[in-house]
């Protein structure tokens, strides 16, 4: 695969909504800087990596917006405005949405990657074998338990139609995306859990993550 072709959508929802999960081992301003400093450990891994040519984050977290807007070939847009009944998991779907529309005005004939915001260990190369092994199709690449899903890809030209939440690995499998068995653990581990934070850190972390982890230390993990 030629360098720099595809488009990646990072949706990240406000900062003060997320991780909630995480509620047990840190309050929640700590978990809001959480959830920013792997968003954009996230982000500038993706920009690190040869076969991604732009960057589009979509979010309506301050910090992250404006963090992301510094690092290069990073477009930003505004998270769509909530609707009565929305759940976390709808309005994500519906950021997936904005990200995908913008990517297709500005890069038509790029393949499309959806990536969540949570992955503060990536490495840019196990990202390009995801594409690779993707070969520009509809796929999606499961989650450590192989039950959620942290990328999902689109060929030129398709739409991108996400369902993301509890069992969103199956439920993308349903909607036509073929899912990729890969051995790629910084991108299939994300982080939801206190254990799933204790992998990331056993392993390695992004600067602005392991930055903070060290401010809160220790952690009651």
């Known amino acids: ?13 406000d900062a003060q909504r997320g991780k909630t999960r995480l509620a047990d081992v840190l309050e929640p301003a700590a978990r809001a800087a959480l959830v920013r400093a792997m968003a954009l450990d996230t982000v500038e891994a993706v920009t690190a990596c040869a076969s991604v040519a732009r960057v589009l984050v979509v979010t309506g977290d301050g910090p992250v917006a404006h963090g992301a807007a510094r690092l290069p070939r990073v477009g930003v847009l505004p998270e769509p405005a909530a609707q009565a009944g929305d759940t976390g998991w709808v309005a994500l779907d519906r950021a997936v949405s904005a990200g995908a529309r913008r990517a297709r005005t500005e890069a038509p004939g790029a393949p499309v990657a959806v990536l969540l915001g949570d992955l503060p260990g990536l490495d840019p190369a196990e990202l390009t074998t995801a594409f690779d092994a993707a070969e520009s199709g509809r796929s999606v690449l499961p989650d450590a338990e192989g039950t959620g899903t942290t990328l999902l890809t689109v060929g030129p030209g398709e739409d991108v139609e996400s369902r993301f939440g509890a069992g969103s690995a199956a439920a993308h499998e349903a909607l036509g ?42 952690l009651p993990l």
């Open 1 to 13: 695969m030629s360098s720099r072709r595809w488009v990646v959508v990072v949706p990240v929802k």
């Open 177 to 218: 995306y073929r899912r990729l068995e890969l051995d790629l653990p910084t991108l299939r581990q994300d982080v939801d859990l206190p254990a799933d934070l204790v992998r990331v850190i056993a392993r390695r972390v992004g600067g602005r993550t392991q930055a903070l982890l060290e401010r809160l230390a220790p």
